[in-house]
């Protein structure tokens, strides 16, 4: 698990909730906090019935719409989760071992809270592992892809 924190924070929300950079994400989840809570449930049933979940593309719209005002929003949290077919990627490109049905999830937590974000990385496994290889390699992948997008951080 990786914990960073946003340098700038104008940039990075514009990046959020203005721009694409995080549209391919799926989110199982978000909450905002303004006058009052907003919860979003991302998972939803296709008409296959089949399970399915939102891409930040798809509710990023609805997202800025709660955010954006007079007033900064008082807190939010978002799960970002890496599609199947991203992580399937991930995995080939990372050489790493597992199956991609080992893999329950590669994920990006943001935390917006008291004026600060903060990122944390996850990556969730089917199968018992005490090699922390993937997250090891999911954690340089967000590095890359936070560089790439020029959105500044520390790591804490």
Request: with cysteine; aromatic share 10%.
């Amino acid at each position: 698990m990786l914990g960073l924190q946003i340098a700038d924070i104008k940039d990075f929300t514009n990046k959020l909730f203005r721009q694409e950079v995080f549209d391919q994400f799926l989110v199982p989840e978000a909450a905002f906090i303004t006058t009052f809570s907003i919860a979003i449930d991302g998972n939803s049933v296709s008409e296959e019935g089949k399970p399915v979940c939102s891409t930040w593309g798809q509710l990023r719209p609805l997202a800025f719409q709660i955010v954006k005002g007079q007033t900064l929003p008082k807190g939010f949290k978002i799960v970002l989760r890496l599609s199947e077919e991203n992580t399937n990627k991930t995995l080939a490109s990372c050489g790493l071992s597992y199956a991609a049905e080992d893999v329950a999830g590669l994920f990006l937590n943001i935390h917006y809270e008291n004026g600060e974000i903060r990122c944390t990385t996850g990556a969730s496994l089917t199968v018992f592992s005490l090699d922390r290889s993937l997250e090891k390699e999911w954690d340089g992948v967000i590095r890359r892809f936070l560089r790439h997008h020029q959105i500044l951080f520390e790591e804490t």
